[in-house]
């Protein structure tokens, strides 16, 4: 195909020719892409939805969505016409995006548009209360649509105070344009009042203005409420009260997890025991409701349980599920501008017992695949109710389960890989007592069904050691490393998924787990996958945040808890260089006064303006450097390093600093620090933190390093080759 329309990058379609001559439209957004002719064919009954993660079918997309569901139900009840459903979800997506996709797509002539939108609105949104200057706003769009300076300037730092009158505070201004220059990550900041408001304000005045154009174009549109898990998933632990003082929140806290943990366990009176203890300091306070609506339900109370469970979500301050006022909204503009409800809100009330929780949802607020099908059913039944279609097959009925199964081919082994992808997020989003026996049983399904799956046994050892289950843990991880064929595989899995709460630094294993309670134990994770030559240029923790370290030994895949052990090196390392002045080995003025002392393979060494120059032609090009230091009181090794490559197309390599503690120089894989350099001919600073690596701690005494940059030909070039010491113990042949 030839492409016949170049879209800006702002753009949401682009279209293409085929040998035919058909122009067709494709979406360019999110991971679906749908593809459809610009020109609809007569016969064609065309559909497009919008929404964010819960439209795209999170976590079942691509096979399944309630938009493939409505349209395959929807293609059976009309046979003789072919509906055509473009999924245009998109994760994240709020109204002021749905409203620019939605506007570009009315040329490709919908006969139907649907809306289920409200849960992304508390996140990135427009740069100013567009509600309020809608001038200012439609000037900003026009901006953005054909100028990138419009991309720049939605990320200057010099917007702050650019116009306060309009933006608002600079804190405010943070949560409007996502900029985070706080420790807290965004989403799991409190909102402000006054945030809040503007954005309840602002999704008014996008549903609005959809609502307006599409009734000035004459499309009908079905506006859909939004359902969240009201009964199985916590509101946010932040902020508290704002009268108590901080030792009362902190009391309130573990007098409210302590109720959290009873109920889990079925200790239903200690629980209301707890929670009465707490009703003096929780006043409009969104967990205290919430386990109250826990202990209501276990007890068997359903209407006083579901009253608690929408209290909580009146008080949540979660930016993660759309509050109350979105609902009410969306009920009043339907009856506003006359369009068509989907009351998928009470669909799901009608249907769960009264209160939604896992038995529709396989988190806060996505749907599981019964929930997809309820919202499926729903929008075929109000389609036939309002006749946006002819059917043709009334008495077609709405396909169950096991055939939405076969048709979208939501085998066992694919459901097992959502079901892993979801009990992750437990682990990582929030901590659900309820959930932990769930979570461990479905890992250990995947594990069942795929022995060879690193991610979930590491997620499964995390669990167990976050619930003091220590050897259930170590045969986890010793099963894993078995499993990986030594620690290389398994250090990139880490690097991967888990950096920095779980590391391994040679043949030690270094878990942090989140001790507060309120959080699951991995939160804090990198959850986008990155290349491990991306993750080693960041900083891990301090060792001293490692609250379990385990030993690996390889011969006999074994682990042993070295936890105490490295406690003891830590506080060693600590009283040696505390008070203690620093002192720094120059290893190029070493190089150049005793350069028989050091000695290299497949290289050429020469000292060339206090650079040691190393001219590598073999197939393992390295240098030795002989040393005596303790590793107690070597703070770091700091060099600038220049690689020029033979090859031209060479432009990356890697750096290698291997240590031995052997009197002879023996090195292996397990005693080595590897980071990713550019061969550019240029110098490059390399810093390798040692203090806070307990690889290095435990070597404590090491004779011999060795730079070896892995894999390169062509000329290196060291200077400024330092080795950093916290007290006077270097031997005089230590370089000088």
Request: neutral net charge.
């Amino acid at each position: 195909m030839s492409r016949i329309f170049i879209p800006s990058a702002r753009s949401y379609f682009v279209e293409s020719k085929d040998e035919q001559g058909r122009i067709w439209a494709q979406y360019r957004k999110g991971p679906l892409k749908p593809k459809f002719l610009k020109n609809k064919d007569p016969n064609t009954f065309r559909i497009f939805t919008f929404g964010g993660s819960s439209t795209l079918g999170f976590p079942y997309y691509p096979r399944s969505s309630f938009s493939r569901m409505l349209e395959y139900a929807l293609q059976k009840s009309v046979p003789e016409k072919k509906i055509e459903l473009a999924n245009l979800g998109l994760n994240g997506m709020n109204s002021l995006e749905i409203r620019r996709a939605l506007f570009e797509s009315i040329r490709y002539s919908p006969d139907l548009i649907i809306i289920y939108s409200g849960h992304n609105e508390f996140f990135q949104g427009s740069l100013i209360p567009d509600w309020r200057y809608p001038t200012l706003e439609r000037f900003l769009e026009f901006i953005r649509s054909h100028s990138r300076f419009y991309q720049v300037l939605t990320r200057a730092d010099i917007l702050v105070g650019l116009i306060p009158s309009v933006l608002g505070t600079r804190q405010e201004l943070i949560e409007k344009i996502g900029m985070d220059l706080e420790e807290m990550p965004m989403e799991s900041r409190p909102m402000s009042q006054r945030f809040y408001h503007d954005r309840i304000r602002s999704y008014e005045y996008h549903i609005n203005q959809i609502l307006s154009r599409l009734d000035k174009e004459k499309i009908p549109t079905i506006i859909c409420t939004v359902a969240v898990n009201l009964k199985d998933w916590p509101p946010e632990w932040l902020p508290y009260p704002e009268n108590l003082t901080a030792e009362q929140w902190t009391e309130l806290k573990l007098t409210l997890l302590q109720a959290q943990n009873a109920i889990a366990d079925g200790k239903l009176d200690e629980a209301e025991k707890l929670l009465n203890q707490a009703k003096p300091f929780a006043n409009k306070y969104a967990m205290y409701y919430f386990l109250l609506g826990q202990l209501e339900a276990k007890k068997g109370d359903k209407e006083l349980a579901k009253e608690h469970f929408l209290s909580a979500r009146e008080l949540d301050n979660s930016r993660h599920r759309a509050p109350p006022e979105i609902n009410r909204l969306i009920r009043k503009l339907a009856k506003n501008h006359k369009v068509v409800l989907a009351d998928i809100e009470n669909m799901f009330f009608e249907n769960s017992q009264g209160i939604p929780g896992f038995d529709l949802f396989v988190d806060h607020v996505h749907p599981n695949l019964y929930g997809q099908s309820l919202i499926a059913q729903k929008l075929l039944a109000t389609i036939k109710e309002n006749n946006f279609i002819r059917i043709t097959q009334p008495s077609q009925i709405f396909p169950d389960m096991e055939e939405f199964r076969q048709v979208f081919q939501l085998d066992d082994r694919f459901l097992s890989e959502i079901n892993l992808k979801i009990s992750t997020y437990y682990l990582l989003q929030r901590h659900l007592p309820d959930r932990d026996e769930h979570t461990i049983q479905t890992l250990e399904d995947v594990i069942s069904q795929n022995p060879d799956e690193l991610y979930a046994r590491l997620c499964l050892s995390a669990l167990w050691l976050e619930q003091s289950c220590e050897e259930k843990a170590i045969r986890v991880l010793e099963e894993s490393l078995k499993r990986a064929r030594g620690t290389q595989e398994f250090q990139k899995m880490l690097e991967r998924y888990f950096f920095p709460k779980i590391v391994m630094q040679g043949n030690y294993l270094l878990f942090h787990l989140n001790l507060d309670q309120s959080l699951p134990p991995l939160r804090g994770i990198l959850l986008v996958r990155r290349a491990p030559e991306q993750t080693r240029t960041r900083t891990a923790m301090s060792l001293r945040d490692y609250q379990r370290i385990f030993e690996y030994s390889p011969d006999r895949n074994e682990l042993t808890d070295f936890t105490t052990s490295a406690r003891e090196l830590i506080n060693a390392r600590d009283q040696l260089c505390r008070g203690n002045k620093f002192e720094t080995l120059n290893v190029n003025n070493y190089f150049s006064r005793n350069p028989e002392a050091f000695f290299a393979n497949d290289s050429r060494l020469s000292a060339q303006d206090e650079e040691i120059v190393m001219e590598m032609k073999g197939a393992d090009p390295w240098l030795v450097i002989p040393v005596k230091i303790s590793t107690l009181n070597t703070s770091s090794i700091q060099l600038e390093l220049s690689l020029k490559p033979e090859l031209k197309n060479q432009t990356q390599a890697e750096f290698n600093l291997y240590w031995s503690n052997s009197t002879r120089p023996i090195f292996s894989e397990d005693k080595k620090i590897s980071l990713p350099l550019k061969a550019d001919g240029r110098f490059h600073v390399l810093n390798n933190n040692l203090s806070d690596n307990i690889n290095w701690l435990s070597s404590q005494e090491i004779f011999y390093l060795r730079i070896d940059p892995a894999n390169f030909t062509g000329i290196a070039r060291i200077r400024n080759f330092r080795i950093n010491l916290c007290s006077n113990r270097a031997s005089e042949s230590n370089p000088q």
